[in-house]
Nanobody, 120 residues
């Protein structure tokens, strides 16, 4: 079994910062891409940022220059540093990992999500 567990969400004022963390655990053989997605009320889920196992990153245009994704391959961790937060960043943020477990092929796994609210 594989689990992804996020932490670090919360309430922050506009212009503030938050750091999200996601830990992948369980019967993991190898992890390829890890990423963060978000879904705001009434909107579709969208990719925020992703990072490959070699460290190549890509970002949504709306967060470029404000958010930074990073990972610790040895510990199966991925982080999202969010700076200069705006009210429109308010959403449930979910961690995603494209990985191969010890008992199955390559699949996408998701965390339960963590709420980020940007409000004064």
């Amino acid at each position: 079994q594989v689990q992804l567990v996020e932490s670090g969400g919360g309430l922050v004022q506009p212009g503030g910062s938050l750091r999200l963390s996601c830990a992948a655990s369980g019967s993991i053989f190898s992890i390829n891409t890890m990423g963060w997605y978000r879904q705001a009320p009434g909107k579709q889920r969208e990719l925020v940022a992703a990072i490959s196992s070699s460290g190549r990153t890509n970002y949504a245009d709306s967060v470029k220059g404000r958010f930074t994704i990073s990972r610790d391959n040895a510990k199966n961790l991925v982080f999202l540093q969010m700076n200069s937060l705006k009210p429109e960043d308010t959403a449930v943020y979910s961690c995603n990992a494209h990985l191969r477990s010890t008992w199955s092929g390559w699949n996408d796994y998701w965390g339960q999500g963590t709420q980020v609210t940007v409000s004064s």
